[in-house]
């Protein structure tokens, strides 16, 4: 069609043309569609070409979710991948409930995710919910040594005050309830409901649990003194 123009307005034509096609591009990125199909269907190449083309990678869905956040809760490993390699990924931005992608990787058990983040200037610590409380509950070893290798709060109350070693006692395992102890964590804490780690583990019934913190509670508590006759 443009060959019968001049050459000025052919050159314009093309301009347009390329325009227009980059406009199609950049649309096309910014299509979250299209993003969360590549994060669901675990889809590294795809996930890599909208990011070239502009695409957000701390987009959200329509719960409030990051992208990287979306993909380490689906176990799209390769697409979580592709997300951390990018320049303009924000590693602790939030979902609507204040959770991290440090967070999901804690409770996920996803150990070389949690270390690229923690690389990336994640926090290990943070007000209220913590990854530490969600390490304690799934009982993941590697993970919870992970973060205590990185200064985590042993003690950190969640929004009511809840630790991460009542989190161990009520859903983790008693290895994460025994290693908890040996970093110095402090069984005496109650919750705003006025729970220990021990009630915890009566509440949820974890008797390898229960048994260790008995153990502590009584080597804690001073002997009675006698009366004076």
Do not use: C
């Amino acid at each position: 069609m443009t060959k019968h123009l001049p050459a000025r307005a052919r050159a314009a034509a093309l301009a347009a043309l390329f325009a227009f096609s980059a406009f199609a591009a950049s649309a096309l990125a910014q299509s979250p569609g299209e993003f969360f199909r590549a994060i669901k269907s675990d889809n590294a190449s795809a996930m890599r070409e909208l990011l070239d083309q502009g695409m957000d990678p701390n987009t959200r869905d329509e719960r409030g979710r990051p992208g990287l956040f979306v993909a380490l809760q689906e176990e799209s490993m390769k697409a979580a991948d592709a997300l951390m390699a990018s320049p303009r990924l924000r590693p602790d931005e939030p979902n609507a409930s204040g959770e991290t992608p440090l967070m999901m990787a804690a409770l996920k058990g996803q150990l070389d995710v949690a270390r690229r983040l923690i690389a990336q200037g994640a926090a290990v610590n943070k007000t209220g919910w913590t990854p530490l409380h969600y390490a304690a509950s799934s009982g993941h070893m590697p993970m919870l040594e992970l973060l205590l290798e990185h200064h985590a709060d042993l003690n950190a109350p969640s929004p009511n005050g809840t630790t991460p070693l009542m989190m161990a006692a009520g859903y983790g395992s008693p290895e994460a309830v025994q290693r908890l102890l040996k970093a110095g964590a402090d069984a005496q804490l109650r919750n705003q409901k006025g729970m220990t780690a021990l009630d915890f583990a009566r509440r949820y019934e974890r008797p390898d649990a229960r048994a260790i913190l008995q153990k502590v509670k009584k080597q804690s508590t001073p002997p009675a003194q006698r009366g004076q006759w």
